[in-house]
T-cell receptor
Framework: ETGVTQSPTHLIKTRGQQVTLRCSSQ?????VSWYQQALGQGPQFIFQ???????GRGNFPPRFSGLQFPNYSSELNVNALELDDSALYLC???????????FGPGTRLTVL | GENVEQHPSTLSVQEGDSAVIKCTYS??????FPWYKQELGKGPQLIID?????GEKKDQRIAVTLNKTAKHFSLHITETQPEDSAVYFC?????????????FGKGTKLSVKP
């Protein structure tokens, strides 16, 4: 069974740029959630995708957007990057009939 | 909205001792409470979870208790080992949220001294 994978591992961008992060869900899972984890903090929910539709959103502005593909992999897009967007971005997948969330290793984004 | 408070922020124990981490939540409708372990440079790893129809759950050296009346839940680790050293997060699902919409505490850094 393949776990949750994310790419890239690290990324450096400058303020105002756009970034796309990718996530492949665990085999058999059809739900993907994205979280932002600032240094020394707990993860904060950004949004969730279920069957290619957004299924819940946290307190993040519209410049954070996402997609889910028919194979249940997902992308997180962030436009007009700000310095405060520097964080570890985590993807978690789950099967819709079970509650357990399984996280990937994350993408470390640095905005200069 | 839901708010999760976690204490202590740091915890240092001797190998073999027990460790207890406590969390409180604000939304009485929350019904799913997972605990995650995060090692340096890695994503959070689910170690145990509990649902609101259960008061206690054990898995080897790890146990979680839930008091819905008081709106708090705790993680208990017995016979701690150096490899238990990590940051531990509690979480809860808010009202109306799927179990993917988790609200996390700020974490507890556990250090187990050999």
């Amino acid at each position: 069974e393949t776990g949750v994978t994310q790419s890239p591992t690290h990324l450096i961008k400058t303020r105002g740029q756009q970034v796309t992060l990718r996530c492949s869900s665990q085999s058999g899972h059809n739900t993907v959630s994205w979280y932002q984890q600032a240094l020394g903090q707990g993860p904060q929910f950004i949004f969730q995708y279920y069957r290619e539709e957004e299924n819940g959103r946290g307190n993040f502005p519209p410049r954070f957007s996402g997609l889910q593909f028919p194979n249940y992999s997902s992308e997180l897009n962030v436009n007009a990057l700000e310095l405060d967007d520097s964080a570890l971005y985590l993807c978690a997948s789950s099967s819709s009939w079970r509650g357990e969330q399984f996280f990937g290793p994350g993408t470390r984004l640095t905005v200069l | 909205g839901e708010n999760v408070e976690q204490h202590p922020s740091t915890l240092s124990v001797q190998e073999g001792d027990s460790a207890v981490i406590k969390c409180t939540y604000s939304d009485s409708a929350s019904n799913y409470f997972p605990w995650y372990k995060q090692e340096l440079g890695k994503g959070p790893q689910l170690i145990i979870d509990i649902r609101s129809n259960v008061g206690e759950k054990k898995d080897q050296r790890i146990a979680v208790t839930l008091n819905k009346t008081a709106k708090h839940f705790s993680l208990h680790i017995t016979e701690t080992q150096p490899e238990d050293s990590a940051v531990y997060f509690c979480a809860a699902t808010p009202l109306g949220g799927s179990q993917g919409n988790l609200i996390f505490g700020k974490g507890t850094k556990l250090s187990v001294k050999p």
